[in-house]
């Protein structure tokens, strides 16, 4: 009889212990609404931010607008210290803010000049080039010039696990490669603009790996001029944007600046052919991502100069904390805060990019708080700064972590989490993980089917997760990782992404997964 009594003793306690973890994951669940997602993005994405550019204005109002939200929550901050004196005591001490504070060197584009050699048939011949007219180059710190030998690589573009790469038997080293924009389409890849953007990052660091001294780019699409064509002033909505609308900036962390000079140039289709011209490559034909395996050395030197003007400015990351039971376990959740500002009199306001993955790191805060439950693990909650510029932010993170590196068991990045795939399908949505992360589709399919959300995600098991956002700091130092995303749309990188082309239901079906799946792993071992 004593023990039938013990059994359903154990029995009824393990019972109570699984309605109160439901109880508990239910009342964070509470705080997932449509309408906390849309407060906090409307105000984010709002005018009176000013698209969030790095550094900006526009950008602190939205870092201290989060700041704000983190302690309403009850969010712990984990940014720098700061030390003052009690003037009644006279003790010192110091507490932490929700700002890790950094500088960034921002290079100004100055005069420019661009000439071609070409020895073809013992005629050696110099072409001159007109900057806004025949190319525009990017800020190069801290500025020089190059002579070098000019090499064709298609699209420079190499893919380790689809075993493409463009540059197979080229030897690159001491040369300039002239490159193609984007991504080959037989790789699988998705050739958009911004898989052209994401990738090219990616292609750059492939670029200097193996020894470039520069690069030409130059997208066969387009009319000649018109991926630097100017508004003309009286259609520009802001006296204070016209006339110098055209100077080139680049943010970059100063500590990691080469302190050699490395030229980045885009150039027109009719300056590229005629660098070309006699090498038996017709660079229209690559139009669209098609594929023909042209690289190859032709009888051409550029050289490129340029001079720049630097100064410094003061960036933040916003980062705040949940302590767990085990201070030597973490998880990081994070998103990019910045966008990129103002052009030509309109604001971007970037809604999808990225005020809603700032809004979903916000709200799984509030909605941990809300389990009223201590987790295992701590739980870090950062917003980066200047992912628009080259994951300035997080990787600045990585190199000054506020907690150490080995610590961080898992990093979860939200990046553009509010528009459909398609409208026809309005609940898919891509999981992607690092094979040394949890099996997060094991663990998605579980919490889909409790909790009854209606979300059909592809998933993904990678060690390069798509896209090159904030994660790609986080996997180039072997944490593991995971991503989840919904749909990229037109709206990507122009004033029209605005709060009212948000699809709520799947950016509220996204934080939802996501807070269910990290609530679940922060409080197991895996």
């Known amino acids: 009889m004593k023990k039938i009594c013990l059994i359903v003793i154990v029995l009824v306690a393990v019972s109570l212990s699984a309605n109160a973890q439901l109880l508990n994951k239910k009342n964070g669940l509470d705080q997932i609404t449509v309408s906390a997602l849309k407060a906090q993005t409307g105000f984010l994405s709002s005018d009176w931010t000013e698209g969030r550019d790095t550094g900006s204005e526009g950008e602190y109002m939205a870092g201290d607008y989060i700041a704000s939200m983190l302690e309403l929550y009850g969010v712990e901050p984990g940014g720098d210290p700061i030390y003052s004196r009690d003037t009644r005591t006279g003790r010192s001490g110091a507490q932490r803010s929700y700002f890790q504070n950094f500088s960034l060197m921002t290079t100004i584009a100055g005069e420019?000049?661009?000439?071609?050699?070409?020895?073809?048939?013992?005629?050696t011949r110099t072409l001159f080039l007109e900057e806004n007219v025949d190319y525009v180059s990017n800020p190069s710190y801290p500025g020089g010039s190059i002579t070098a030998p000019v090499i064709f690589v298609g699209y420079g573009y190499r893919n380790d696990e689809s075993a493409y790469n463009d540059f197979k038997g080229l030897?690159?080293?001491g040369k300039i490669i002239l490159r193609l924009a984007g991504v080959p389409s037989t790789d699988g890849q998705e050739t958009s603009a911004y898989a052209g953007y994401r990738a090219s990052m990616t292609k750059d660091a492939s670029a200097l790996e193996l020894g470039a001294v520069g690069i030409i780019e130059v997208n066969p699409a387009n009319t000649d001029g018109s991926i630097w064509a100017e508004t003309p002033d009286f259609l520009v909505k802001s006296p204070a944007e016209r006339g110098?609308?055209?100077t080139r900036t680049r943010l970059s962390i100063p500590e990691e600046d080469s302190k050699e000079y490395f030229p980045k140039v885009t150039l027109t289709l009719k300056a590229a052919k005629s660098i070309?011209?006699?090498?038996?490559?017709?660079?229209?034909?690559?139009?669209?991502?098609?594929?023909?395996k042209a690289s190859r050395d032709f009888n051409t030197t550029l050289t490129i100069s340029s001079s720049v003007t630097t100064k410094f400015i003061k960036v933040r990351n916003i980062i705040g904390y949940i302590e767990g039971k085990n201070t030597d376990e973490a998880i990081v959740i994070g998103a990019?805060?910045?966008?990129v500002g103002m052009r030509d009199g309109s604001i971007y306001n970037g809604a999808d990019d990225n005020a809603s993955g700032t809004v979903g790191v916000m709200t799984i805060a509030r909605a941990i708080k809300a389990t009223g439950i201590k987790p295992e693990k701590?739980?870090?909650?950062?917003?980066?700064?200047?992912?628009?510029?080259?994951?300035?932010?997080?990787r600045y993170f990585v190199e000054n972590p506020t907690l150490p590196l080995e610590n961080i068991k898992l990093h979860l990045n939200f990046d553009m989490i509010s528009r459909y795939v398609s409208d026809d399908e309005p609940n898919k949505a891509l999981i992607s993980y690092t094979p040394n992360a949890p099996n997060m589709q094991l663990?998605?399919?579980k919490?889909?089917?409790?909790?009854n959300i209606a979300l059909e995600p592809d998933y993904l098991e990678t060690e390069s997760i798509p896209g090159g956002s904030d994660h790609a700091s986080f996997t180039a130092r072997k944490i593991p990782t995971t991503r989840i995303k919904p749909g990229h749309r037109e709206e990507y990188h122009t004033p029209a992404d605005e709060v009212s082309t948000l699809d709520w239901d799947i950016f509220q079906k996204v934080v939802q997964i996501s807070f269910l799946n990290m609530w679940e792993l922060a409080n197991t071992e895996w």
């Open 336 to 339: 990019h805060y910045d966008h």
């Open 171 to 173: 030897d690159i080293k």
């Open 244 to 246: 110098g609308r055209r």
């Open 378 to 394: 701590t739980i870090v909650f950062a917003l980066w700064t200047g992912e628009e510029k080259g994951l300035l932010g997080s």
């Open 443 to 445: 663990l998605s399919e």
């Open 112 to 123: 420019n000049s661009m000439s071609v050699t070409t020895s073809r048939e013992g005629v």
């Open 276 to 292: 070309m011209a006699g090498s038996g490559i017709d660079i229209s034909a690559f139009s669209g991502g098609s594929v023909k």
């Open 447 to 451: 919490h889909i089917k409790e909790f």
